[in-house]
């Protein structure tokens, strides 16, 4: 929910808002990863079976085609859920606001005392509240939901997409651009140092050492590049 002991309904509403923001950019942090590692693989084991540069190429837009229209649906459907479920509890409390004003009124105040109010100024404040705007207040007191900022999914889809596809593009760039004795080898030190960046960002963001974020980061895409690397020269092999 919002704001912690000691702070009134705006300095929570404040917080979420803060929250939501440090959320989408860990989230664009995340879908930009996702889209270097996964188009890394892609590419780098397509060019483990080939030196085409129009067959990596292919399959690297398509990998970033798919992969991305896949985080927008995923996203789309994931925050829908969420929209649909902050609506509900709306609802919900707009009915227990019209059958139990009374009880209402006590919960608020309950809640404001919780945070750090004395009880007289705490029933003054949600007296006001309530005549200012009930749900309004419930919503960002009880329920740490601002109804004028619903999660939207559109937003969420559009967001995952764009991540998604500035991440994948480093790889594909990557592999495409330099001769064919040099796409691989460019292409892993680019990802890694992408990785790193991105490890370092998320640490951060989420109040993290950098140090263990970023070597998990680094070997799993490291290790991903690897497994389908040896995989395509494999199947290179065994079909010339």
């Known amino acids: 929910m919002g704001a912690g002991a000691g702070t009134g309904p705006d300095g929570g509403t404040q917080s979420a808002a803060i ?29 483990g079976a ?43 409390e707009r009915r227990e606001l019209a059958e139990s004003p009374a009880e209402e009124l006590e919960e ?13 100024v705490a029933r003054e404040a949600a007296e006001q509240l309530t005549e200012r705007d009930a749900l309004r207040a419930h919503a960002r007191v009880e329920l740490g939901i601002n109804p ?20 994948a593009l480093l790889p594909l760039l990557a592999i495409v651009l330099p001769g064919p004795s040099g796409r691989v ?14 490890g370092v960002l998320s640490a951060r963001l989420g109040g993290a050492g950098a140090a263990r974020a970023v070597l998990r980061n680094v070997a799993g895409g490291a290790l ?17």
């Open 19 to 47: 929250s939501t923001r440090l959320n989408w950019l860990r989230a664009g942090v995340l879908g930009a990863n996702d889209g270097i590692i996964s188009t890394a693989g892609l590419v780098v084991g397509v060019a």
């Open 50 to 92: 080939t030196t085409s540069r129009s067959a990596i190429l292919a399959a690297g837009v398509a990998g970033l085609l798919a992969g991305a229209l896949s985080m927008a649906a995923g996203e789309y459907v994931s925050v829908s859920s969420q929209r649909d479920s902050e609506k509900a509890a709306l609802d919900l």
């Open 108 to 120: 608020l105040t309950g809640l404001l005392v919780e945070r750090g109010l004395s009880r007289s």
């Open 148 to 167: 004028d900022e619903l999660a939207n999914p559109w937003h969420a889809a559009l967001a995952s997409l764009v991540a998604f596809t500035v991440g």
């Open 185 to 198: 080898p460019v292409t892993v030190g680019a990802v890694l140092l992408a990785l790193t960046l991105c």
């Open 224 to 240: 991903a590049m690897a497994v389908t690397y040896a995989v395509g020269t494999w199947l290179g092999g065994a079909s010339s």
